[in-house]
């Protein structure tokens, strides 16, 4: 049986999942520069039906930059995401910081420039808290809050089957793991607990799809585990290296270099992050060492 939930992303960050159906909703916008591949997958897929919908898990450009052209070509597609989300969208900073990191992204991508695009399409329609279950064709998506990536970070149960889980419990490719806490550490891990708990058959792990063939429970343990020892670890980058410069460097080399391509996340972006992981570990977790 072919799935229903298929991978239309323009390029490799494998971030925007077509969910077909009598309805049909794109899970993330994807990236700017590469919004138009996008749209020709997501027409192979469609023929001449529309796409009604757009599901968000956070506020991030990698996530959301390619809104106004998924707008452009169906105006009539309703976005869901946060109340946070939203109201972080609305602000010029963070769409002034959004078209730097896409321009940064399509120059790794080898792109001379980036693409135009109306900023003030970059917006959430309908906002969803905890517990709201969107019907959507014959698609029920319920709504869990997560935060830990970002504040607003949602995740999505669709259809009682696949957990769509926030950026919030992290990355992985194998045995290697990216911790994505840029908010809080302990909520990470209490969002895993959360998602846990859900009656869910399969698990999507931002920027690397859905995973076939995998025990969940191992999957939950797998996670915490991570957390913990990627914790840990940054409190020891903390503790050998006295200036940001230096530990951001060693962030960068463990977590990003050799792993992530700078057409899926330029190394600007990384360091964005790395820089808030250090703040949360130093002043989350560090008096627990003392």
Request: net charge negative; glycine share 6%; proline share 3%.
């Amino acid at each position: 049986m072919t799935d229903y939930i298929v991978n239309v992303c323009g390029d490799s960050t494998k971030v925007s999942w077509l969910i077909k159906g009598e309805k049909n909703v794109l899970y993330e916008a994807g990236m700017a520069y590469s919004a138009d591949k996008m749209i020709k997958n997501i027409k192979r897929e469609l023929g001449d039906a529309p796409l009604d919908a757009v599901i968000l898990s956070h506020s991030h450009y990698d996530h959301v930059a390619g809104l106004p052209f998924i707008k452009k070509e169906w105006p009539n597609a309703v976005v869901y995401g946060s109340a946070y989300a939203a109201k972080i969208l609305e602000k010029p900073s963070v769409r002034a910081t959004m078209r730097k990191l896409s321009t940064d992204a399509a120059q790794g991508a080898g792109l001379k420039e980036l693409p135009e695009y109306d900023e003030e399409l970059i917006k959430i329609d309908v906002t969803v808290k905890e517990g709201d279950v969107l019907q959507i064709g014959d698609h029920m998506i319920q709504v869990i809050e997560t935060p830990g990536h970002t504040k607003g970070s949602v995740s999505y149960l669709i259809n009682e089957d696949v957990i769509m889980a926030s950026e919030t419990i992290g990355v992985f490719k194998g045995e290697w793991y990216m911790p994505c806490y840029l908010v809080g550490y302990q909520i990470c891990v209490d969002a895993v607990q959360k998602l846990r708990k859900l009656p869910a058959k399969r698990l999507f792990i931002s920027h690397m799809g859905i995973q076939e063939n995998l025990d969940l429970d191992t999957a939950w343990d797998f996670l915490v585990k991570k957390l913990e020892e990627t914790k840990e670890e940054i409190i020891e980058i903390i503790k050998t290296y006295d200036t940001e410069e230096e530990r951001l460097q060693v962030m960068k080399e463990k977590y990003h270099d050799n792993v992530v391509d700078e057409s899926e996340q330029p190394s600007f972006a990384f360091l964005l992050n790395a820089a808030a992981t250090l703040k949360v570990i130093e002043h989350e977790c560090m008096e627990e060492t003392e």
